[in-house]
């Protein structure tokens, strides 16, 4: 329907122009003055809304100035624009034409009175820019010196931040000739002052040239400060958007200590999901309680959240880890029942069962296979995997060559790695052999010392049969793993499929004699391909006579100690992720109109919501609210496509017109399960990973990886400067420094 002008003797529409026609004001006040100018004496009995909705004023009425034309396709209003420009006189010139859009004539008082307002508009405005200037008057003045000061401390904010962008260390591995500096910040500092940084130059202009500029405790400040500025500018999003999940990654060790990464997933004011590293949390080797009260201490009282408003929970975690991090998920669970504890979108579903399952074997194989990751990080020693492939299938080409791709990159991190490790097992300790023995050189001894752990560690009886387990038990949970890190209808599918696996799961456990004897055979059929005897681990042997109990024999021993607890263990943790509260949640998925569409709209979240009925602005009105949002995509038009995500969904402009839908798909969206769009390039966690793989060990550092993961928060370098001033006043940062030794000297800057 096309848009008509509401001016007086101004007959264009939309139709026929490429105009810009904008809606009157919902402000009363702005309003009341656009109809003033219009000179409309029947609009004046209309409201605001009833103007807003119904009228529109094309862009000849307005000042170019006021007009902004933000793209090619969308031109916008000064928020302060009023219309000045009309055409009130030409009527005159035909007086028998009926005009639909009657001009008011002004009488005295009206005139009047418009010009009372305009006046006292004016003085409002003059008191306005008086009070500014005085407020800017009233500001303290900075000395030269202050301004010398603060424009060092920016110049030095902007060199961390460009060495934390770009990955550089603050430290260098050895300084081997005499005019080299000790570390990357201070070889920067001379760069930037030979560039012409004149602030830089001012301050150190009289340093002695082999002295350091700053202290350690004083670069430690500087580093703080940027880090708890960036961090305050993604927590305040979090707060605005009251609802969030809490996500910690693997440990991290920095300077002999380890360290928990916590993410935090929130959708912000655009209703965009986002998931953003906010710190290195210590880690204890305590009590799980101890590492429990850190975590709520350091959400609650250090970054201002409340835990109540915590909706899911994830850990990804590998090793000893695994243990206490579970025991950490039911901690805060019990404390906070809304936590859902969830798997993470971060890893297969495949991975993390195996990861959680606390058996020694089970252990091993994954740590080799992490190690396995680490080795083939490097196109030499790719090369080298795809030479023992080709030799190992010379006789079959095609699957050789099968293998080298499903081996090219990540595969250990796949949903089928089991499936792809037993098939390259036997190349694999061909390759292990080879890199070794290092004929050519070409690998360092870190490489060689990783294939011959890795070599050792699969040419192990008990290594490859519980690898042949985890394969065939994992079978029935890949495809249900693979929908979970899909798009929301594979999610929703993937809840309504976990009774299949379990039962899938349980068929298995009831007649394990039979699944086991299978599996055993293929174990040993593969062992003997590989020249690997078939035995009993040698510490249970030990035991065993130890104990004066007799001989078992091999294929009882992998059955009573390797298949049925692996069986049993991944089905208890996928019941314990997978809980009756976790699958009301992901059925609650239904939301999505894609989800609707494919369940012919028959769809009963109302059933499900009562775990977040405390989230919802009306929850009494919800199952009103569920039938109109049903209704909507049920008879929409044919051109109309169904949202297939719930991003899409909480972008479309009409949602705000269901504000429980709306709430209620905010909330399902932090849950750790669902994976993250990657609208803006790399995920937190991935260039974590980035960060962590391109940096040698001895040179992380804590405060550059968290600002180099957040490298795209936009920061303001003058509030770290007012920051830093007043946390660390000139005159007390000069405190002396500790004894570095006769040979050193070091000179105090700030």
């Known amino acids: 329907m096309p848009n008509f002008c509401a001016a007086p003797n101004c007959t264009r529409k939309s139709t026929q122009s490429d105009l810009a026609f904008f809606r009157f004001p919902r402000d009363p006040e702005r309003c009341r003055i656009w109809v003033e100018n219009c000179r409309r004496a029947d609009l004046e009995a209309k409201t605001a809304d009833q103007l807003n909705k119904h009228y529109r004023l094309c862009a000849k009425h307005f000042d170019p100035a006021m007009v902004c034309k933000t793209s090619p396709y969308r031109t916008v209003l000064k928020d302060t624009a009023i219309p000045t420009i009309f055409d009130l006189t030409s009527h005159l010139k035909n007086p028998h034409t009926r005009h639909r859009k009657q001009i008011k004539e002004l009488t005295d008082e009206d005139i009047k009175r418009m010009k009372e307002r305009r006046l006292a508009s004016s003085a409002e405005q003059a008191v306005k820019k008086e009070d500014s200037s005085n ?74 040239v082999n002295s350091e500029y700053l202290t350690a405790t004083q670069l430690n400040q500087l580093l703080d400060v940027c880090e708890n500025t960036v961090r305050e500018e993604m927590l305040m999003e979090v707060r605005e958007s009251r609802f969030y999940s809490l996500v910690t990654g693997d440990l991290v060790e920095f300077a002999n200590s380890k360290h928990l990464p916590v993410f935090l997933r929130f959708v912000n004011q655009q209703n965009v999901l986002r998931e953003e590293f906010m710190d290195f949390l210590p880690f204890v080797d305590g009590d799980e309680s101890v590492l429990v009260e850190r975590l709520e201490a350091q959400l609650v009282d250090r970054w201002g959240l409340s835990m109540e408003d915590c909706r899911g929970q994830a850990h990804k975690a590998t090793g000893t880890s695994t243990t206490k991090m579970k025991a950490v998920a039911v901690l805060l669970l019990e404390k906070y029942p809304l936590a859902l504890h969830m798997p993470c979108s971060h890893m297969a579903l495949n991975i993390h069962l195996a990861n959680n399952l606390p058996y020694p074997n089970v252990q091993i194989v994954m740590e080799n296979l992490r190690r396995i990751m680490s080795i083939f990080k490097t196109p030499h020693t790719q090369d080298e995997l795809g030479k023992a492939i080709s030799t190992q299938f010379q006789k079959n080409e095609e699957k050789g060559n099968s293998l080298k791709k499903m081996c090219s990159s990540g595969w250990t991190e796949q949903h089928n790695v089991f499936d792809v490790l037993l098939d390259v097992l036997p190349s694999l300790l061909l390759c292990m052999d080879s890199i070794r023995d290092n004929a050519d050189g070409q690998f360092s001894s870190c490489v060689t010392a ?147 569409g494919h369940m012919k709209f028959n769809t009963t979240e109302e059933n499900y919501a009562e775990v977040y009925s405390g989230d919802l602005p009306n929850p009494d009105t919800l199952p009103a609210e569920l039938h109109c949002w049903r209704i909507k995509w049920k008879h929409r038009g044919k051109e109309v496509r169904l949202p297939t995500t719930i991003h899409e969904t909480l972008q479309l402009p009409d949602v705000k017109f269901f504000p429980n839908v709306d709430a209620f798909l905010k909330v399902l969206s932090t849950m750790p399960v669902l994976k993250v769009e990657k609208s803006t390039g790399d995920t937190a966690n991935e260039r974590l990973q980035a960060y962590l793989s391109s940096m040698p060990a001895k040179h992380l550092n804590k405060s550059l990886a968290m600002l180099h993961i957040n490298s795209h928060v936009k920061h303001d370098l003058d509030v770290m400067v007012d920051k830093y001033c007043r946390l660390y006043p000139e005159d007390d940062s000069e ?10 000297i070091v000179t105090k800057v700030i």
């Open 135 to 208: 407020a800017a008057d009233n500001e303290p003045q900075l000395s030269a010196e202050e301004k010398e000061y603060r424009d060092y401390l920016r110049s030095l904010f902007e060199i961390l931040f460009m060495m934390a962008k770009q990955a550089i260390p603050l430290t260098i591995g050895r300084v081997s000739e005499e005019e080299l500096k000790s570390n990357n910040f201070q070889a920067i500092l001379d760069y930037c002052m030979n560039a012409g940084d004149e602030a830089l130059r001012k301050r150190f202009e009289v340093t002695a």
């Open 450 to 596: 990783d294939a011959y752990s890795v070599g050792e560690g699969i040419a192990d009886f008990e290594v490859i049969v519980t690898i042949v387990i985890l394969k065939n038990v994992l079978t029935f949970t890949r495809a249900f793993g693979r929908n979970l890190q899909k798009e929301t209808l594979d999610v929703f599918s993937a809840a309504n499929s976990l009774t299949a696996v379990l039962y899938s799961l349980n068929e298995v456990n009831d007649n394990i004699d039979v699944y086991h004897e299978f599996w055993y055979g293929e174990a040993v059929s593969l062992a003997s391909l590989m020249g690997i005897p078939v035995s009993v681990p040698r510490l249970f042997l030990r035991k065993q006579r130890a104990a004066d109990l007799g001989e078992i024999q091999a294929e009882t021993y992998f059955k009573e100690y390797v298949t049925i607890p692996v069986i049993r263990g991944i089905m208890q943790e996928v019941e314990d992720m997978f809980c009756d509260n976790n699958l009301k949640a992901l059925k609650c998925l239904s939301l999505v109109p894609a989800v609707m």
């Open 735 to 744: 405190a002396e420094p500790e004894d570095v030794g006769e040979d050193v």
